[in-house]
């Protein structure tokens, strides 16, 4: 079955970085795009960045744009983002996502905190 597992979240203070990963199985992780998601408290699920299958290309919220860098290792099944220059309003659950046909798949998320 199809599994997201998503990892390194944590504290950071503004200004530091964190790299969240995602480990992929259950499917032809190659032929997918990948995306992240963020959810803050009270607010609804936010795109945050995606990557095509083979990595070519990528796309970014304007909120995070020139700060965060999505990337995948087709080796390793996993996807990667990582935050520079964290912000307060960064802090949120991040979540892994991938759609195949019609169905979304998840993670089970991973907090991220931006405080001083």
């Known amino acids: 079955q199809v599994q997201l597992v998503e990892s390194g979240g944590g504290l950071a203070q503004p200004g530091g970085s964190l790299r969240l990963s995602c480990a992929a199985s259950?499917?032809?992780?190659?032929?997918?795009?990948m995306k992240w998601y963020r959810q803050a408290p009270g607010e609804g699920r936010e795109l945050v960045a995606s990557?095509?299958?083979?990595?070519?290309?990528?796309t970014y919220a304007d909120s995070v744009k020139g700060r965060f860098t999505i990337s995948r290792d087709s080796a390793e099944f996993a996807v990667y983002l990582q935050m520079n220059n964290l912000k307060p309003e960064d802090t949120a659950v991040y979540f892994c996502?991938?759609?195949?046909?019609?169905?979304?798949?998840w993670g089970q998320g991973t907090q991220v905190t931006v405080s001083s």
């Open positions: 990557i095509t299958p083979a990595g070519e290309g990528t």
């Open positions: 259950g499917f032809r992780f190659n032929l997918y795009t």
């Open positions: 996502n991938t759609r195949i046909w019609e169905t979304e798949y």
